[in-house]
């Protein structure tokens, strides 16, 4: 039997080793759901605040997605979302914000910057 909600935790920063901050959601499980749609959902719904890297080619193959999944690197929008999950950015040294590391000027979703 599957959980009906999942712990979403973010580690959120506004610049490379700033002490920042976490960011918890509690979501509805969604077995079938990738970590990415999670976090459009929370940014449509919750925080247009959340900095992320938009979908590209959806399908787990150019990387844009990249981030940490329970401390693991994982690309989201072909990692199903799971019960407790903790996201942090792929790499802390080129944080640009929160989920967002810099990838020579891909589209940022959240903070205003489309
Ligand atoms: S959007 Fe291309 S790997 Fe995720």
């Known amino acids: 039997m599957s959980p009906e909600s999942a712990r979403v935790e ?4 506004d610049a490379p080793g700033e002490a920042g901050r976490v960011d918890v959601f509690t979501v ?9 749609q999670v ?4 940014f449509g719904e919750r925080d247009r605040s959340l900095a992320f890297r938009r ?6 193959v ?3 997605c990249l981030m ?11 990692t199903p979302m799971m019960p407790a999950m903790v ?3 792929a790499q802390e040294g080129d944080l640009v914000k929160d989920l967002v590391v810099d990838q020579g000027g891909r589209d940022i ?6």
């Open 10 to 13: 973010i580690i959120r920063r």
């Open 28 to 36: 509805p499980f969604v077995p079938d759901k990738t970590v990415l």
């Open 39 to 42: 976090l459009l959902d929370l």
């Open 55 to 60: 979908q590209r080619c959806n399908r787990g």
């Open 62 to 64: 150019c990387g844009a």
């Open 68 to 78: 940490r999944v329970n401390g693991q690197a994982k690309r989201a929008c072909s």
């Open 87 to 89: 996201l942090e950015p």
């Open 109 to 114: 979703l959240g903070n205003g910057i489309s």
